[in-house]
């Protein structure tokens, strides 16, 4: 089986609604963890907590650092009300927004929208532009930065399936300003930096540790080696072309520090835990071994101080699916995904798709919890 060959159903499976969760465990490492032996085909019910029982210290841990900004937008046009909805995506080379808008064609190009909510010492207003007659693109009026617009008026870009699941289980939407704030705090792992390079949605993998977690794991000898990932909306585009070789991937930035690439190239890859999905679709993206050129680059920016520095940055547009050859890739803490997803098909092709639906079926009858905000599943060699 190979992506030639994996059509949209082969990525399908029932899901009881019950199991979305709306909320992350609290604390986020009280969590519950499936282990997956590969080699055994043996399952263990843990939390995140044990998973200190379970590092190599000849390997390491290997997070995705990307922050996740209040990039989503409620709106409504100045002159008639007319409201929506929308994301910001991605910066453009000069200098605005690239955006996504629900029902984008009751607009056009000039509108100008007032973002809500507003807070009382600053009044947010976008100005809508259409390019290539099909992306739309936003300037931010009276010299907002980007940054000081979402903290202003922006909202959590929590996945939609978390915004319905609340609704239909009448939670609270977040109608108010301070509702969001907790949004803010749980839908973002605690190693997030910000960057230039910020997220409309999480590396949720990365949502279960805590700082007291991540000290534990330092001191049984495993260093944590940050990379980044802008993870953009195409992450949740279901799979909906005939065969996952003609789904259109997404393409997502990367970059890797100098200090990240000299780490990367001392660690055992089989030794070491890739946290995510993000984090597996960055390093595969890399040659094994990593280019000399860069690596030589990153120990001169190494020695010279300068670690934080990046030296590899490159977008990567790669679709892991069933009969990929992993180069990095031998253990992976991941949560449980959504059918009909590419991010699904990475899982399947490191631990086979019809094992993946039987541990996911056996997932729902244990209770664990789905999606984003859900429990974690831990594979091992």
């Given at each position: 089986?190979?992506?030639?060959?994996?059509?949209?159903?082969?990525?399908?499976?029932?899901?009881?609604?019950?199991?979305?969760?709306?909320?992350?465990?609290?604390?986020?490492?009280?969590a519950r963890m499936m282990v997956l032996h590969r080699a055994a085909d043996r399952v263990e019910h843990r939390s995140i907590r044990d998973i200190v029982g379970y590092l190599d210290a000849a390997g390491a841990l290997i997070v995705n650092e990307t922050r996740v900004e209040a990039m989503r937008f409620l709106a409504a046009r100045d002159g008639d009300g007319r409201t929506c909805e929308g994301l910001f995506v991605d910066p453009t080379s000069d200098g605005l927004w690239r955006v996504m808008i629900r029902g984008a064609k009751h607009f056009a190009s000039g509108d100008v929208l007032r973002l809500t909510p507003p807070t009382d010492e600053i009044e947010v207003r976008v100005r809508l532009e259409?390019?290539?007659?099909?992306?739309?693109?936003?300037?931010?009026?009276?010299?907002?930065?980007?940054?000081?617009?979402?903290?202003?008026?922006?909202?959590?870009?929590?996945?939609?399936?978390?915004?319905?699941?609340?609704?239909?289980?009448?939670?609270?939407?977040?109608?108010?300003?301070?509702?969001?704030?907790?949004?803010?705090?749980?839908?973002?792992?605690?190693?997030?930096?910000?960057?230039?390079?910020?997220?409309?949605?999480?590396?949720?993998?990365?949502?279960?540790?805590?700082?007291?977690?991540?000290?534990?794991?330092?001191?049984?000898?495993?260093?944590?080696?940050?990379?980044?990932?802008?993870?953009?909306?195409?992450?949740?585009?279901?799979?909906?072309?005939?065969?996952?070789?003609?789904?259109?991937?997404?393409?997502?930035?990367?970059?890797?520090?100098?200090?990240?690439?000299?780490?990367?190239?001392?660690?055992?890859?089989?030794?070491?835990?890739?946290?995510?999905?993000?984090?597996?679709?960055?390093?595969?993206?890399?040659?094994?071994?990593?280019?000399?050129?860069?690596?030589?680059?990153?120990?001169?920016?190494?020695?010279?101080?300068?670690?934080?520095?990046?030296?590899?940055?490159?977008?990567?547009?790669?679709?892991?699916?069933?009969?990929?050859?992993?180069?990095?890739?031998?253990?992976?803490?991941?949560?449980?995904?959504?059918?009909?997803?590419?991010?699904?098909?990475?899982?399947?092709?490191?631990?086979?798709?019809?094992?993946?639906?039987?541990?996911?079926?056996?997932?729902?009858?244990?209770?664990?919890?789905?999606?984003?905000?859900?429990?974690?599943?831990?594979?091992?060699?």
């Open positions: 089986m190979n992506a030639s060959t994996v059509t949209p159903d082969d990525l399908d499976y029932a899901l009881d609604p019950a199991c979305i969760a709306t909320h992350p465990a609290e604390p986020r490492d009280s259409r390019r290539d007659g099909v992306h739309w693109v936003v300037s931010i009026c009276g010299g907002l930065t980007a940054t000081a617009a979402w903290n202003a008026a922006g909202w959590t870009p929590l996945p939609p399936y978390i915004l319905a699941a609340r609704q239909q289980r009448g939670e609270s939407l977040a109608a108010a300003g301070d509702t969001d704030d907790a949004d803010r705090r749980e839908y973002q792992t605690v190693y997030a930096r910000g960057s230039d390079l910020p997220s409309c949605a999480a590396p949720t993998a990365g949502l279960h540790f805590t700082t007291d977690l991540l000290q534990k794991i330092a001191a049984q000898g495993v260093a944590t080696i940050r990379t980044e990932l802008q993870v953009g909306p195409g992450t949740f585009r279901p799979v909906d072309a005939p065969t996952l070789e003609t789904h259109p991937m997404h393409s997502e930035r990367c970059r890797v520090s100098a200090a990240a690439m000299c780490a990367l190239a001392h660690c055992d890859p089989a030794a070491s835990l890739v946290v995510g999905t993000t984090s597996v679709r960055l390093l595969e993206s890399l040659s094994r071994p990593l280019p000399i050129d860069a690596l030589e680059r990153a120990r001169q920016l190494v020695a010279s101080g300068q670690g934080d520095q990046p030296a590899l940055a490159f977008a990567t547009d790669m679709l892991i699916a069933p009969g990929f050859e992993f180069r990095w890739t031998n253990r992976l803490l991941t949560n449980f995904h959504l059918p009909r997803s590419t991010l699904l098909a990475l899982v399947g092709a490191l631990i086979g798709l019809d094992r993946l639906k039987r541990v996911y079926a056996l997932a729902q009858r244990e209770g664990y919890r789905f999606y984003s905000f859900g429990d974690a599943m831990l594979i091992l060699p």
